[in-house]
């Protein structure tokens, strides 16, 4: 007999540190009655980054999508830039914002980043960068992506909203490409409650980071270029700084649970799990996704994500619909385009990976989808027509 769960259980829950922790700093901050604009904590926070990210070219912004918007802005990204639709929408926004026309390729399957083959393929006069997606924290393909850069003297740029903590033969993730822009939001496994970081390969960009997020200031009197505000403050940072020590153990906590779920989901039909790290990648876990095959499965993914809701479980359908699908940007790509990201779109599932999530938890999450499989006929093959909803409740 499979129980719901008593209380709600999210794709994704914030790792907090203790609440003593938390308040002493509070009480610190509360003393000096500095509160943002480059303090002390933020400071320290820069300084704690650099060096579990190895560098010292990082700036810290308010959040990941102000930090890709002012990236963009400070690097002269201008033309086309060639991207991933299989994201979340921040990433094509911070295009629109700088006027940049995104030129949407397709993505790999089972990896879910951008395919190099249609990247190079989809290179004009008017490309001036590329924007890969490390989607999940999967790293893009990496050297593939350099070379074509290089090759065609292209920006590289990296959202790496999801890929704190991953590291690529030894490296952070960080150091590959011109630039990387990372989402510290409660969502993430890393947070610091909203906020975003820059990791850049040229020294000289810090300087202009720190101009367009503070109005553009060189000083009181002065103002060098036309800057927006996006600096993080001194609570965000207080609380980066304590999660930042726990990263090892989220991190740990998260590959048990991905396991666990990848030893579960194997015997049920119809249900895929992303491919496997490549040798080389020390994955954050940052999400768990499986592709829903409705044949094999016997419902669809929607019928999974809905089925589950009535067991407490809140999955999410990250990323659906593609960006391209989305009302203000309908129109970009034609139809048929895309097939990849499309057919990825509707049959993926992102399910609940969290420090706080038990493994037992994981094990009866799968009961449930094993259960929701079972209470339906597999469709016969060419079929498309859906089997009615099964009573969920009890198993
Ligand atoms: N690029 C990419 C590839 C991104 O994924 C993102 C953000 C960005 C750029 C932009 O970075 P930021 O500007 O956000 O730093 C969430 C997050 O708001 C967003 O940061 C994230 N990606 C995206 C994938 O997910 P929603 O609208 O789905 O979040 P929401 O509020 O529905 O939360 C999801 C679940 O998390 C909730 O069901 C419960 C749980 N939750 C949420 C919050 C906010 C908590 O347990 N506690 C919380 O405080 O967008």
Same mark, same amino acid.
């Given at each position: 007999?499979?129980?719901? %769960?008593?209380?709600?259980?999210?794709?994704?829950?914030?790792?907090?540190?203790?609440?003593?922790?938390?308040?002493?700093?509070?009480?610190?901050?509360?003393?000096?009655?500095?509160?943002?604009?480059?303090?002390?904590?933020?400071?320290?926070? =820069?300084?704690?980054?650099?060096?579990?990210?190895?560098?010292?070219?990082?700036?810290?912004?308010?959040?990941?999508?102000?930090? *890709?918007?002012?990236a963009?802005?400070?690097?002269?990204?201008?033309? #086309?830039?060639?991207?991933?639709?299989?994201?979340?929408?921040?990433?094509?926004h911070?295009l629109f914002?700088?006027?940049?026309?995104?030129?949407?390729?397709? &993505?790999?399957p089972?990896?879910?980043?951008?395919?190099p083959?249609?990247?190079?393929?989809?290179?004009t006069p008017?490309?001036?960068?590329?924007?890969?997606?490390?989607? +999940?924290?999967?790293?893009?393909?990496?050297?593939?992506?350099?070379r074509?850069?290089?090759?065609?003297?292209?920006?590289?740029?990296? #959202?790496?909203?999801?890929?704190?903590?991953v590291?690529?033969?030894? =490296?952070?993730?960080?150091?590959f490409?011109?630039?990387s822009?990372?989402? %510290?939001?409660?969502?993430?496994? %890393?947070?610091?409650?909203?906020?975003?970081?820059?990791?850049?390969?040229?020294?000289?960009?810090?300087r202009?980071?720190? +101009?367009?997020k503070?109005?553009?200031?060189?000083?009181e009197?002065?103002?060098?270029?036309p800057?927006?505000?996006?600096?993080?403050?001194?609570?965000?940072a207080?609380?980066?700084?304590?999660?930042?020590?726990?990263?090892g153990?989220?991190?740990?906590?998260?590959?048990?649970?991905?396991?666990?779920?990848?030893?579960e989901?194997?015997s049920?039909?119809?249900i895929?799990?992303?491919?496997?790290?490549?040798?080389?990648?020390? +994955?954050?876990?940052?999400? %768990?996704?499986?592709?829903?095959?409705e044949?094999?499965?016997?419902?669809?993914?929607?019928?999974?994500?809905?089925? *589950?809701?009535?067991?407490?479980?809140?999955?999410?359908? +990250?990323?659906?619909?593609?960006?391209?699908?989305?009302?203000?940007?309908?129109? &970009?790509?034609?139809?048929?385009?895309l097939?990849?990201?499309?057919?990825?779109?509707?049959?993926? &599932?992102?399910?609940?990976?969290?420090?706080?999530?038990?493994l037992?938890?994981?094990?009866?999450?799968?009961?449930? &989808?094993?259960?929701?499989?079972e209470?339906?006929?597999?469709?016969p093959?060419?079929?498309?027509?859906?089997v009615?909803?099964?009573?969920v409740g009890?198993?």
């Amino acid at each position: 007999m499979i129980k719901p %769960f008593d209380k709600p259980i999210h794709v994704t829950k914030p790792w907090l540190p203790p609440l003593e922790e938390f308040q002493r700093g509070l009480a610190e901050i509360w003393g000096r009655a500095w509160l943002t604009n480059n303090g002390p904590v933020v400071q320290r926070f =820069r300084a704690e980054l650099a060096e579990y990210c190895e560098t010292e070219n990082l700036c810290l912004f308010a959040n990941g999508t102000l930090a *890709l918007q002012i990236a963009l802005q400070g690097m002269g990204i201008t033309g #086309d830039v060639i991207t991933t639709p299989y994201t979340f929408v921040a990433t094509v926004h911070s295009l629109f914002w700088n006027k940049v026309r995104p030129v949407f390729v397709d &993505i790999e399957p089972g990896h879910y980043t951008l395919d190099p083959e249609q990247v190079e393929a989809a290179i004009t006069p008017w490309t001036s960068a590329i924007l890969g997606v490390h989607v +999940y924290g999967h790293p893009c393909r990496l050297e593939e992506l350099e070379r074509i850069a290089r090759q065609h003297n292209l920006k590289l740029l990296y #959202d790496a909203a999801h890929a704190f903590g991953v590291r690529v033969n030894g =490296r952070p993730i960080g150091q590959f490409g011109d630039l990387s822009m990372f989402s %510290f939001h409660a969502t993430k496994l %890393f947070h610091s409650v909203e906020g975003g970081m820059l990791t850049f390969g040229d020294g000289r960009l810090r300087r202009r980071f720190d +101009y367009l997020k503070n109005f553009g200031f060189e000083n009181e009197v002065e103002v060098v270029m036309p800057g927006t505000n996006a600096k993080m403050n001194e609570l965000q940072a207080l609380m980066g700084r304590l999660v930042l020590k726990g990263m090892g153990q989220i991190v740990e906590k998260r590959r048990r649970l991905a396991e666990a779920y990848r030893c579960e989901l194997m015997s049920i039909p119809g249900i895929r799990t992303a491919a496997l790290a490549a040798p080389g990648v020390e +994955y954050n876990h940052a999400f %768990f996704p499986i592709e829903v095959d409705e044949r094999e499965f016997g419902a669809s993914r929607d019928d999974l994500y809905n089925g *589950l809701k009535e067991w407490n479980v809140f999955a999410r359908r +990250y990323f659906y619909p593609l960006v391209t699908d989305f009302a203000c940007y309908r129109g &970009i790509v034609r139809e048929g385009e895309l097939p990849v990201g499309r057919s990825v779109a509707s049959r993926i &599932i992102t399910l609940p990976i969290f420090s706080d999530l038990g493994l037992d938890d994981v094990v009866r999450i799968c009961d449930i &989808i094993r259960h929701i499989h079972e209470g339906r006929r597999p469709l016969p093959a060419g079929s498309r027509t859906r089997v009615p909803n099964i009573v969920v409740g009890a198993a």
